[in-house]
């Protein structure tokens, strides 16, 4: 029986592999009840983002009061907010429903390129919604486009970005490793309480498919944090998933394929029987 809920603030991706659609998936296949507050819709796919449609204000204040009014989460993750104006909204409404166990997906880029946060919303982004999160879990250049530093390029580097991230203020960062080369994928997870960091890593699979792994992993963060997993225990899971998920992705359409959202269950079915 599913008894935990979580909900999803975000862009929809008409393609499916990224986004609210990506993220109501995962929540699905660990058993967690997600609800979601659509903040954009894009006309996207596996080529690229063909169109962006920002949601009127008032049409993202209502679906989140309806939802945070009545069935509540569990835990929230914010994915794609792409305006400040979306981005302050929210935050306020976070606050004024006393939101739990905030993951923020600090979203600015689709993998072709598309920009997928304003340029001017950067400073919202940095003073309302981070100080509000658990975790943030930025890849490379958006962790670099945050701190306004250069890329880095191994991840030995990895550590000092994540702990300057801290300042801003969310209780745990997670850099994401994806976009470093190497043989392995290699996340970092610091804490602003002291504790000490930890790298989850995984192989690196040779697949161009990985639209929407972001999007996946940080709602699999919230998933679990939505069962009351403490951080560390979450991110393990989320990257099981991930790996699971990228191993079967799918070659579907002319581009960056998605991947499979259901292979971590169809794979602990199969240890269990
Ligand atoms: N080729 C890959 N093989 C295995 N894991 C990967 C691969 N690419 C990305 N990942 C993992 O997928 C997750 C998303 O990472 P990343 O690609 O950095 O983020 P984003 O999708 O936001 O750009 C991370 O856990 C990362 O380590
Ligand atoms: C609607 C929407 N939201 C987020 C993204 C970016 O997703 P991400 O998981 O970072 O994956 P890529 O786009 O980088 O493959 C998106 N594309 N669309």
Do not use: W
């Amino acid at each position: 029986m599913i008894t935990y809920k979580a909900l999803t603030i975000a862009g929809s991706d008409s393609g499916g592999g990224a986004g609210i659609q990506a993220d109501i998936k995962t929540f699905q296949e660990l058993d967690v009840f997600g609800m979601s507050v659509i903040t954009v819709l894009t006309a996207q796919n596996t080529l690229g983002v063909q169109g962006v449609f920002p949601q009127a204000l008032e049409a993202v204040e209502a679906q989140m009061d309806s939802v945070l009014s009545d069935i509540g989460a569990d835990a929230v993750k914010t994915g794609m907010l792409f305006t400040a104006d979306i981005i302050r909204l929210v935050a306020r409404k976070l606050q004024q429903h006393k939101a739990q166990n905030l993951v923020v997906d600090p979203v600015m880029y689709a993998k072709g390129g598309a920009q997928l946060l304003q340029q001017e919303a950067m400073d919202a982004l940095k003073q309302t919604l981070l100080p509000l999160a658990k975790v943030i879990t930025p890849n490379i250049p958006e962790a670099c486009a945050i701190l306004g530093i250069p890329d880095i390029h191994n991840a030995t580097d990895m550590r000092a970005v994540a702990e300057k991230l801290l300042e801003l203020g969310p209780q745990y960062v997670l850099l994401k490793g994806g976009h470093l080369s190497g043989t392995q994928a290699i996340d970092l997870l610091v804490a602003a309480d002291g504790s000490e960091a930890v790298s989850f890593i995984s192989d690196r699979i040779e697949t161009p498919h990985t639209h929407g792994t972001g999007c996946t992993l940080a709602s699999a963060i919230t998933a679990e944090l939505a069962k009351g997993r403490p951080v560390n225990e979450a991110v393990q899971t989320a990257k099981q998933f991930i790996t699971a998920a990228i191993s079967h992705s799918l070659n579907i359409g002319g581009g960056i394929g998605p991947t499979d959202h259901g292979a971590y269950r169809r794979a602990r079915l199969h240890v269990l029987s």
